[in-house]
């Protein structure tokens, strides 16, 4: 097992499944108890079987896609059980498929089957498909499959059907695979090597590859994995590439709800030479656990550290923090770095109390990152309770600019609170928003009072969009009515 394996699973908060809600774990542990093949008697047909020969031609099936049967041929006979299949010949506007074999329905029930098809519909028109199933049923199932044409690959696979836990070694090999099928190749990938060995309640997985296309940087990808019916174990994902690895480490387990813990390195990222408008370098390490069950999750993340730098930016996040889906966060704290930029974050949202702080420190955003420029300051704290929350903002921000927007003054002060109504003051204002065709000179909101009793004011001046509206009135919650005037 992979040394993360061994850490804690958060066990989630939550109910315990109703006597009907059988696990998923459960359920896999109780199909592969037992044979997926059941006991099979001798099959004795009270007659034999002989068709020399059935043609038809100009066939025609209807459907959610038609298809025409240009000209069908079979022959095939069944005599004291032997089934033989001399010749299925199919010739369609969807493809052609001709086939022939063998069948015994007693004893072992061997098989021997040969399928050879060409497809003729988009987008894997010419598409070659060559089935071979060999063996027999109720010991060793060999099953063939080679792809030739769009989709170029091999899969051997043997299976004991009869046998508790599913026996199955697979194989799937391809020198190159591309989407789309057709046209331009956007992404690829070359030499994938896929294995499966062992059987369903104990075995691992393999694969290797290396895969290319637009907007992605080439990458060798290798895996390494074992499991069962209950959970799988992922010992290692690597993905060599920008000079570097990134390596997962990860146990997904689905045994009673699901639960998860993983390990995500970065090792010697090196963006420049893929992406010369946004060099960087990072180094990382991000742990994670959490839990899912029905509609309500939980994630941990006890340690997350990122170093490196942007351009000639140093880059630096470090903290932990945990939550839940009730919104319920834990962040002893999280801080991020960004050149002489920086943010904090800390505190919890509780079950009961709330005291969180966030503060935002960028006095030089510009070209911290392609296309970003401008300054800012300020703070947000949540306070209170849940059932009374209170928020406080103080924000100023000067010459932002994102790509072609850019706004010269933003300035947001705020505290309002929230008890059995909605109170409090909220001033913000924008100067000179500008991307093109738009140009706002002006924005201003101001708003002060209680539900019972507020005003609020609001102004635009600009291209393409002005305007004013001055608001004064009351709002009744248990009524859902609103009075006032304009």
Do not use: C
């Amino acid at each position: 097992m992979a040394e993360v394996a061994q850490e804690e699973v958060v066990e989630p908060k939550i109910e315990n499944p109703q006597p009907d809600e059988k696990p998923l774990g459960e359920t896999l542990k109780d199909l592969f108890s037992r044979p997926v093949l059941p006991e099979m008697t001798d099959v004795h047909l009270p007659l034999n079987l002989n068709i020399e020969e059935f043609k038809g031609e100009q066939l025609r099936v209807t459907g959610d896609t038609d298809i025409t049967v240009r000209t069908m041929l079979l022959k095939m006979s069944s005599i004291d059980g032997n089934t033989k299949l001399d010749a299925l010949d199919i010739d369609s506007n969807q493809g052609i498929v001709n086939a022939s074999g063998t069948a015994q329905l007693s004893d072992n029930w061997p098989v021997d089957i040969t399928l050879n098809s060409t497809l003729n519909v988009e987008p894997l028109k010419g598409e070659k498909v060559k089935l071979k199933v060999g063996g027999a049923l109720r010991e060793q199932l060999e099953i063939g499959v080679n792809l030739s044409g769009p989709v170029d690959m091999d899969l051997r696979a043997q299976t004991r059907l009869a046998e508790a836990g599913l026996p199955l070694n697979v194989e799937v090999n391809s020198k190159q695979l591309y989407w789309p099928f057709t046209g331009e190749k956007q992404y690829q990938a070359d030499d994938l090597k896929l294995k499966l060995t062992g059987k369903m309640t104990d075995y691992t997985l393999s694969m290797r590859t290396a895969v290319k296309g637009q907007e992605i940087p080439p990458a060798t990808i290798t895996l390494d994995a074992k499991g069962n019916e209950q959970q799988v174990n992922l010992d290692k994902l690597t993905v060599a590439a920008l000079e570097g690895k990134t390596e997962l480490k990860a146990l997904l387990d689905w045994q009673q709800a699901i639960s998860w813990r993983g390990e995500l390195t970065l090792n010697g990222i090196n963006t420049a030479k893929e992406f010369p408008e946004w060099p960087s370098k990072l180094n990382g390490l991000i742990k994670t656990r959490g839990s899912l069950y029905g509609g309500t999750w939980q994630m941990e993340v006890p340690e997350l550290k990122l170093t490196g730098n942007v351009k000639q930016n140093k880059v630096n996040v470090d903290g932990t923090l945990k939550g839940n889906s009730y919104m319920q966060w834990m962040i002893p704290g999280l801080h991020l770095e960004l050149g002489p930029n920086s943010a904090e974050v800390k505190g919890e949202l509780g079950v009961k109390d709330l005291n969180l702080d966030a503060t935002i420190n960028a006095p030089g955003l510009d070209n911290a990152l392609p296309g970003l420029g401008g300054t800012a300051k300020g703070l947000v704290k949540v306070r209170g309770t849940v059932e009374a929350p209170q928020l406080l903002a103080d924000i100023t921000a000067r010459g932002l600019r994102w790509q072609e927007l850019s706004v010269a003054q933003v300035r947001v002060e705020g505290d309002i609170k929230s008890t059995d109504q909605i109170a409090g003051k909220l001033d913000v204002r924008v100067e000179q928003i500008s991307q093109p065709d738009v140009n706002i000179n002006l924005v201003t909101l101001n708003a002060k009072g209680s539900e019972k009793q507020h005003e609020l004011q609001l102004r635009i001046q600009g291209e393409p969009v002005s305007g004013q509206l001055n608001l004064a009135g009351s709002f009744d919650r248990k009524e859902e009515t609103l009075e006032g005037n304009t």
